[in-house]
């Protein structure tokens, strides 16, 4: 932080300069002029915000080594709507200690900024513009200006103390945490600071005390789950966890009353939609008792994975955390100066892939059930755990191309290596190239579209074997064919499932039979 002996002829200089304006503002406030005075009533809010900013930056902590860039509200001394939001503001805060004034605040100093911008020069298509300011509006400007800097001029200030210089540095530290930031703007926060009547001071203090309690008995609930003993019996699997992750889909629309089914008849995964998100979907995971301390991490890791796993493969889509979202342009606004217009020049084609407009129905959450079910079972053998282990790197690969890094060659290659591996982890294939195109007769030469199915396989076998060995290929290497190597993959895997399952049906009848029961419970 600053020294406060060393702003304060800053900010007088400001305040000294924005009453000169608002003098200048009234000698012209006259017909034909009202334009211009509005324009110099802005500059004084303008000055006065600039004070503003400069008190405000120098509480902020400095840096602590040269190297260090440390946070400042200088990079906006040249923002006109930026200083007269402070000059606006900051009386509005003191009489209302109300942080929602702040959206306030930002309209009229944009609407005064705009209005200013509008009317002060001659535009050749409307040369009546500047009359549109009206004298009613000036002096209110003119008013407002006079408010704010008499209101400023009328501070005093002091040097903070040790104390409150350290809590404000911890403020600045935590209002950049993003997991602080959303708690110390959450609604009970607000109501706090508005209880103590715009006690700043105390509001900062009362918030690192509640952190700081906070941090103190997350650390102690890690201790006791470390130390927690582990229950036998029916009791470790009793409910302990809810762990929820978010997902994206390139490739289907979520309807939110497609999962009630779902979450009727699995217990332990809940599938919640997002409202007005019809591309994204929670997933909610119940662990049990048994599982404590630095366990959670691994176990909750392995089920989304092998969950994320099942839903790509059984709808053969795409869903992961996220998509590609850079995937035709890389800019954000493009103007061309001479048109005074706006440009949209783009990628062609966009780095996605053409999925159509899918929708996710009944039977396709029931498809995941069941390849959750044999991807569980395959996570047992090693061989066939690292099948889905690398199937879903390359998915994640697949999720990083953008413009700024374009994978689809080597995102084809890969898929059609998860391929080998498959069919190598599963007993289908000895891994020799050229018993391969047999090997594919013989496992897809079932069911409507065989013919053309196989083909289609054999046709991204050698596009990518093309690609991998830097040979020209029949064409270009898109995202489109990717997405085709990623369902060769998912029609291989939901094959293999089709075999399992009436397998493990008779499986769990046996047992279930075995049990005294009729095999239906819990299905």
């Known amino acids: 932080m600053r020294e406060l002996k060393d702003v304060q ?41 600039k004070a503003t900013i400069v008190l405000v930056d120098s509480r902020l902590p400095q840096p602590r080594s040269k190297d260090e860039e440390g946070p400042s509200l200088l990079k906006w001394i040249d923002d006109h709507e930026r200083k007269l939001f402070w000059a606006i503001w900051i009386p509005i805060f003191y009489n209302s200690s109300d942080w929602k004034t702040i959206p306030r605040a930002m309209d009229v100093a944009r609407n005064i900024h705009e209005t200013r911008i509008n009317t002060l020069y001659i535009d050749p298509e ?104 582990i229950p036998e019996g029916e009791e470790a699997l009793g409910d302990k966890f809810l762990m929820t992750i978010k997902l994206e889909s390139w490739s289907h629309s979520i309807r939110p009353g497609q999962l009630k089914k779902w979450n009727e008849g699995i217990d332990k995964i809940k599938l919640l939609p997002i409202k007005n998100k019809n591309r994204e979907l929670l997933v909610q995971f119940t662990l049990p008792k048994l599982f404590k301390g630095k366990e959670i991490y691994p176990v909750g890791y392995q089920n989304c994975i092998l969950f994320v796993a099942a839903l790509n493969i059984a709808t053969t ?41 899918l929708a996710m129905k009944e039977e396709s959450y029931n498809r995941v059930g069941g390849v959750w079910t044999f991807l569980a079972k395959c996570a047992e053998y090693p061989h066939k755990a690292a099948f889905i282990n690398r199937y879903m790197a390359t998915l994640g690969l697949m999720a990083k191309n953008d413009i700024f890094g374009q994978f689809e060659v080597m995102c084809l290659v890969e898929f059609m290596n998860v391929f080998r591996s498959g069919l190598f982890a599963f007993g289908d294939w000895d891994g020799k190239e050229d018993t391969l195109e047999a090997i594919i007769d013989q496992i897809f030469h079932r069911g409507p579209n065989a013919e053309e199915i196989v083909l289609w396989v054999k046709d991204t076998i050698a596009l990518a074997k093309d690609a991998a060995m830097n040979r020209p290929t029949v064409r270009p290497i898109t995202v489109d064919e990717v997405a085709k190597a990623i369902v060769v993959i998912d029609l291989y895997v939901n094959l293999k499932v089709n075999e399992f399952m009436p397998l493990a049906l008779a499986e769990f009848k046996k047992k279930a039979e075995a049990a005294g029961t009729d095999g239906t419970a819990g299905a």
Request: aromatic share 10%; glycine share 6%; net charge negative.
């Open 9 to 49: 002829p800053i900010i007088h200089a400001c305040h000294v300069a924005a009453g000169k304006l608002v003098d200048a503002a009234n000698a012209v406030t006259k017909p034909g002029s009202y334009h211009i005075a509005y324009h110099l009533a802005a500059l004084a809010l303008e000055e006065v915000g």
């Open 126 to 229: 409307d040369l009546n513009i500047p009359s549109t300011i009206t004298e009613e509006q000036v002096k209110g400007l003119i008013d407002l200006a006079n408010i704010c800097l008499q209101m400023e001029e009328a501070k005093t200030f002091r040097e903070l103390t040790d104390e409150e210089k350290a809590d404000l540095e911890w403020f600045f530290d935590a209002s950049q945490s993003p997991e602080l930031r959303p708690l110390i703007f959450s609604k009970g926060s607000m109501e706090k600071q508005a209880d103590l009547k715009g006690e700043q001071g105390n509001w900062i203090r009362w918030l690192r005390e509640t952190f700081e309690e906070m941090e103190r008995v997350n650390i102690q609930l890690g201790l006791d789950e470390i130390n927690r003993p």
């Open 317 to 357: 889509g795409f869903f992961w955390w996220y998509v590609p979202r850079f995937v035709s342009r890389y800019y954000e606004k493009l103007y061309d100066i001479e048109l005074k217009t706006d440009l949209i020049v783009e990628r062609h084609p966009p780095l996605e892939a053409q999925w159509g407009h």
